[in-house]
């Protein structure tokens, strides 16, 4: 893509980072990707990688993946899988699409790629897919991250909020359901889990977040041109890599009354900074819910 950040810029971000997520469009588009993740490993040797791919060029894959590895063991991959088979490639429109991840994820796990996952966005078109999905996820050892249709001018589109589920009592039901298996596994870790569910329900029944966003503070969001946005979500931009230190990016918090009264999403990215900042009272909170799950209010 013309104009997109080189692999040494990338030497620009700071090296205290503690997570950071590369997604795209479809990253393994990039000719240099390997390079591009070599040079944010320098950048932020400390920091877990998490690369999220559509799976669907397998071959680009096992060939980056072999170098990938070297320059970082721990890399974790996410998979975007919509439903099983057939049902996942009517909903991306790839003929074949489900078995082009099943081979990428076969030549992931043959170069010793440990952390992989599924991502899931829930929508109306895939709600029966959910259960499918988290089942085939653990059944093949795989971690699973669930997201909700949600609307960005800057990443996911225009009135994708529209494309989720349209029957509130489905929705209730469905992801009840998985919080409450979440909550069967017995450890802290999937309690968790089952809060964040439950709380993302909440989001999509109220409209309202469950903890205030501190986007902009506790994470941010850099686009392949170095703009450096408060989120994937709206469309503010605090500065960019190529033109200004990070130090003085960050500085910038004009929009910081604008995020803490935002309730455009409910996502594991963006709420990951405020549950740790608030971890006793989410822990508390995760913990209660295993023994007294709530009560919802479902609009008619």
Not at 80 to 100: M, T
Not at 183 to 212: C, D, I
Request: glycine share 6%; with cysteine.
């Amino acid at each position: 893509m013309v104009d997109e950040l080189k692999p040494e810029e990338y030497l620009k971000l700071p090296s205290y980072l503690k997570d950071i997520n590369v997604t795209g469009g479809e990253p393994f588009l990039r000719r240099d990707f390997p390079q591009v993740i070599e040079h944010i490993k320098k950048a932020a040797p400390k920091a877990r990688l998490i690369v999220n791919t559509n799976g669907f060029l397998w071959r680009k894959i096992k060939e980056d993946i072999q170098q990938v590895i070297k320059i970082d063991p721990n890399i974790a991959i996410r998979l975007s899988i919509d439903g099983l088979g057939e049902a996942h490639n009517k909903i991306r429109g790839i003929p074949d699409g489900f078995n082009l991840i099943m081979k990428s994820l076969h030549y992931l796990r043959e170069a010793g790629v440990k952390d992989l996952g599924i991502s899931f966005t829930l929508m109306e078109r895939n709600i029966e897919e959910l259960p499918k999905v988290q089942t085939f996820s653990d059944e093949n050892n795989l971690e699973f991250s669930l997201t909700i249709a949600t609307s960005s001018p800057t990443y996911f589109g225009e009135d994708k909020a529209n494309l989720r589920p349209k029957n509130k009592k489905q929705l209730a039901d469905t992801l009840e359901t998985l919080a409450r298996k979440h909550y069967s596994h017995n450890t802290p870790k999937e309690y968790m889990r089952g809060w964040f569910v439950r709380q993302m329900l909440l989001f999509a029944l109220t409209g309202k977040r469950s903890l205030l966003c501190d986007a902009g503070k506790g994470f941010f969001y850099m686009d392949s041109h170095g703009n450096v946005y408060t989120c994937n979500i709206k469309p503010w931009i605090m500065g960019n890599i190529r033109t200004m230190p990070f130090e003085k990016i960050i500085e910038n918090q004009k929009f910081a009354h604008k995020v803490e009264a935002c309730n455009d999403c409910w996502m594991i990215c963006t709420a990951k900074s405020m549950m740790e900042k608030k971890l006793f009272r989410v822990a508390l909170d995760a913990l209660k819910g295993k023994f007294f799950p709530p009560v919802y209010s479902i609009p008619a």
